[in-house]
């Protein structure tokens, strides 16, 4: 996916924090295909967050020359960043450019000194974790980053990485890998076990620069991974066309156990889709057949939502 320009206007980014509130998420991050220090004015976007009185979380590769962008980093610090994720894949150049190609660790070093003297200065209260993007090369930097990380006083974690950084990703990095993914998918090769969810799906909202919702924060914005607009589509609908997109059951995300709260959703989000509730100020309301409609509806209707219920009870059943 190529880079882009883009930017969010300032006014549709409050209109998305305003129902994201309203839909219960208690988190924003501007970092999804994103370097957010790369943004001037990205404490702006902070302040519309702290406004709505919702935390706010930033994760950035760092590799910025500090002369030209510490400045920016140190003023959205300020406006009150709950957690700042620092991504990295060695401690010496020739490791870290293998998988972050054109990016400077020195920089990367001397913007996190810097950070961690405002943290000791009590000029931040920002939580700030270094992480390290683990692959088969750089174990032998795994000791070193997390010894640098405890002498600034920062947190340190480490998640496996996804793909060889030292082979082309050329083969995945355009919409047709996907397309073919799509049209050759074999149901018996389904990823999704039974009891359990993605994560990206049921506890994250990928939203692009023009406030459309993409399938999650692990796929690129191509066209066809697209939902629609956040704005025009309700909590239900956002949830349930990226529950049933067809890329997810060949995704080999790790997925985590079904929880109640996952069930109550899911139910919620198929009962809207079905008509048997109406979404009501980002509440639900169930629909009564004798005063929502004209008449007593037919016979395969009332069949339809009695094979229905039999589902959902299954559903809550193997939840519960």
Same mark, same amino acid.
């Given at each position: ?58 994760? /950035?590769?760092? /590799? ?7 400045? #920016? ?21 020739? #490791? ?71 082979? /082309? ?121 004798? #005063? ?29």
């Amino acid at each position: 996916m190529k880079n882009s320009a883009s930017a969010m206007p300032l006014d549709l980014f409050e209109k998305l924090v305003a129902k994201a509130k309203g839909e219960g998420y208690d988190t924003i991050g501007l970092y999804n295909w994103i370097e957010p220090f790369l943004c001037k004015d990205v404490d702006s976007f902070i302040e519309i967050i702290k406004a709505a009185d919702l935390d706010y979380e930033l994760s /950035s590769n760092l /590799s910025l020359k500090p002369a030209s962008y510490f400045d #920016t980093i140190q003023r959205a610090l300020r406006k009150g960043v709950d957690r700042l994720t620092v991504s990295v894949s060695g401690f010496h150049q020739e #490791t870290y450019e293998i998988n972050h190609v054109g990016g400077n660790i020195a920089w990367i070093k001397e913007n996190l000194e810097q950070i961690a003297l405002l943290k000791k200065k009590s000029l931040i209260q920002t939580k700030v974790f270094l992480r390290l993007i683990q692959f088969d090369y750089n174990a032998a930097d795994e000791p070193l980053l997390r010894e640098y990380a405890r002498s600034l006083k920062l947190e340190f974690e480490v998640i496996p990485g996804v793909g060889n950084p030292k082979q /082309s990703v050329a083969q995945y990095a355009a919409p047709n890998f996907y397309e073919e993914r799509l049209k050759n998918f074999n149901s018996a090769d389904d990823r999704e076990a039974q009891g359990e969810v993605c994560p990206l799906i049921m506890d994250t909202v990928a939203i692009n620069s023009q406030g459309d919702v993409y399938i999650c924060c692990a796929y690129p914005y191509y066209s066809s991974l697209r939902i629609g607009s956040y704005l025009e589509l309700s909590k239900q609908e956002l949830l349930l066309k990226r529950y049933m997109h067809p890329i997810c059951p060949s995704c080999d995300f790790t997925r985590r156990k079904t929880t109640p709260a996952d069930r109550d959703r899911l139910v919620d989000a198929l009962e809207f889709k079905l008509g048997f509730v109406k979404n009501l100020d980002n509440s639900l309301e169930t629909v009564s057949a004798t #005063t929502e409609l004209p008449q007593q509806p037919p016979l395969w209707t009332r069949t339809l939502k009695t094979a229905y219920r039999g589902m959902v009870d299954k559903f809550k059943a193997h939840t519960s």
